[in-house]
């Protein structure tokens, strides 16, 4: 009875090495995500202002930049 209550310890076995490796892949994709969504929030916050008045100056008729930045 001891040796099956030992077998069952918390310590790393042979068998579970690829669900280490399954571990560490998921850890690795979750780490990319998180950098990846950290770098577009910031590029949609400081590009979209610039993206909008570039769209705007290419329309037909060509406005002014002064017309795209007024309110009224």
Known sequence: MASKAASK?????????????????????????TWAMKKAKVVAHYGFIPLIILIGMNSEPKPQLAQLLSPV
């Open 9 to 33: 310890g918390k310590g790393k076995s042979g068998k579970g090495s690829k669900g280490a490796e399954n571990r560490s892949a998921s850890k690795c994709v979750k780490v990319w995500s």
